[in-house]
Antibody, heavy 119, light 112 residues
């Protein structure tokens, strides 16, 4: 069974940093592109970016809205996905999801973790 | 960015009824590889989005055949027949043809 479990959210001050984690299980982690998606309360989701699989060199692609502030990485020995978020703003407040990519669509999502940026 | 416009925003329905949700994109979603990467998700209250339809018309594993997707180019439709209580929630379309990938604004399916 595919499982994705995010952690690391909480309250952070504007200008601060936070790292989110996503523990993956139930599939061969290195075979898949992995994504981060966020969703402000009551709004539509926003794709943030992905990190490619082993066959494609684990390179990354980002939404320009977060490029330069957010960094996606993975630890393939631990089946972990990460999102490093820097210079956080109030508008980064959202629920953050990790999701597996299967031929251009997200087939499995985690349950999400909340991030609140506020002083 | 590709703008995805869903209509209606709110859709009242009676159980057992049939509904259609429209998703229109600001540019063609035909990829250079010939595929059209338009997908549909349902987000039930308090849950993460779940995949219903991928690449316009393919039902994901376990999705009942009451759900069907159609369309091409810039104009796409999700149809739900014989609506059941578990179908209520917010429906989103997603395009993954053009970077950055973008979602529609959502259509809330609710009981009349």
């Amino acid at each position: 069974e595919v499982k994705l479990l995010e952690s690391g959210g909480g309250l952070v001050q504007p200008g601060g940093s936070m790292r989110l984690s996503c523990a993956a299980s139930g599939f061969t982690f290195t075979d898949f592109y992995m994504n981060w998606i966020r969703q402000p309360a009551g709004k539509a989701p926003e794709w943030l970016g992905f990190i490619r699989n082993k066959a494609n060199g684990y390179t990354t692609e980002y939404n320009p809205s977060v490029k330069g502030r957010f960094t996606i990485s993975r630890d393939n020995t631990q089946n972990m996905l990460y999102l490093q978020m820097n210079t956080l703003r109030a508008e980064d407040t959202a629920t953050y999801y990790c999701a597996r990519l299967q031929w251009y669509y997200f087939d499995y999502w985690g349950q999400g973790v909340m991030v609140t940026v506020s002083s | 960015d590709v703008l995805m416009t869903q209509t209606p925003v709110s859709l009242p329905v009676s159980l057992g009824g049939q509904v259609s949700i429209s998703c229109r994109s600001s540019q063609s979603l035909v990829h250079s590889d010939g595929n059209t990467y338009l997908h549909w998700y349902l987000q039930k209250p308090g849950q993460s989005p779940q995949l219903l339809i991928y690449r316009v018309s393919n039902r994901f594993s376990g999705v009942p055949d009451r759900f069907s997707g159609s369309g091409s180019g810039t104009d796409f439709t999700l149809k739900i027949s014989r609506v059941e209580p578990e179908d209520l929630g917010v429906y989103y379309c997603l395009q993954s043809t053009h970077f950055p990938w973008t979602f529609g604004g959502g259509t809330k399916l609710e009981l009349k």
